[in-house]
């Protein structure tokens, strides 16, 4: 199994269960959940975030490829494409690390 699938489903397990835990929690007045002055909800907007991870991861694979096929020669593109693929994905990292110690946190909280 590729390490960044592995990776990639432990990510996606993480996300269904804040997504579980938030649907069972209203957050606004009546109910629904709270979205910001654009109108997207916080769901939303963790999703495209992870989706744009994946599109740079899926560009850098494919620039690696065409690298090592001898379809581009351009390897600053490659290592660029590699960077900014490396870069996000960390920063999903992180983000996902501190929504689950926010949530310990919440969940820790007495009522």
Known sequence: MDPLAGMQSGLAESL???????ARTPIGSEGKAVKDADGVDFGSLLGSGIQDVVDL???????????VTGETQNIHEVMIANEKAGVAFEMMLE?????MSAWKEVTRLQV
């Open 57 to 67: 991861q899926r560009e850098s694979k494919a620039k690696t490829e065409g690298l």
């Open 95 to 99: 983000i996902r690390n501190k929504l």
């Open 16 to 22: 269904k269960q804040l997504q579980g835990d938030y």
